[in-house]
């Protein structure tokens, strides 16, 4: 898993740490020093903390006119013991959506299993986005049974093409025209 870096190939259009709307604002980063870990795994230094100890995020990219975020996901998603949904929630939509993002794209490749526990905080996180939505963007099958079994499916947009969605080569502004073409599909 060390060797697993968020994709970098969008920090010429944003940088998170240099973002002043971003939670992680002024964070420095070391490219030697493995600190985190989900379990016995170290991951690399580049992927933020939200408070879990199981599952890390990087923020590839942010548009405030357009109230979209790009976030790429590592980890466990386990809010049966860790309650991830509520770190996630806490420490980076609550502060996102106080800067006027209301859209999020959330990117699960490396994200391994996720376990249940109850819906309070994506109903909460749906609730107050409005007109936004959140988009789980290739997330492995397992996982988003996982999400179905405990019907947390309703809040989120996900399935046929976004579920092996070619997103790297795309410039994020493209990527998030494409998606936002999906959902309305979807949503009309």
């Not at 968020?6 to 973002?19: A, K, T």
Request: hydrophobic fraction near 40%.
């Amino acid at each position: 898993m060390q060797d697993i870096e968020p994709h970098y190939n969008w920090r010429g259009l944003y940088v998170s740490e240099e973002d002043e709307r971003s939670p992680f604002h002024g964070v420095v980063y070391s490219e030697f020093s493995y600190s985190e870990r989900v379990y016995n795994f170290y991951i690399h230094p580049q992927w933020d903390n939200i408070g879990s100890s199981t599952l890390f995020l990087k923020i590839i990219y942010a548009d405030y006119e357009l109230g979209c975020a790009v976030i790429e996901l590592i980890g466990e998603w386990n809010d049966c013991i860790n309650n991830d949904i509520m770190y996630l929630k806490r420490e980076l939509v609550d502060h996102l959506s106080l800067n006027g993002i209301n859209k999020f794209i959330l990117i699960g490749e490396n994200v391994l299993n996720f376990h249940y526990s109850d819906d309070s905080y994506y109903e909460e996180w749906f609730e107050e986005m409005e007109d936004g939505w959140v988009v789980a963007l290739n997330f492995q099958e397992h996982v988003l049974r996982e999400f179905s079994t405990i019907g947390i499916d309703q809040y989120f947009i996900w399935g046929g093409e976004l579920n092996d969605f070619d997103w790297r080569p795309m410039l994020p502004r493209n990527l998030i025209a494409k998606i936002q073409t999906l959902v309305n599909k979807r949503l009309l």
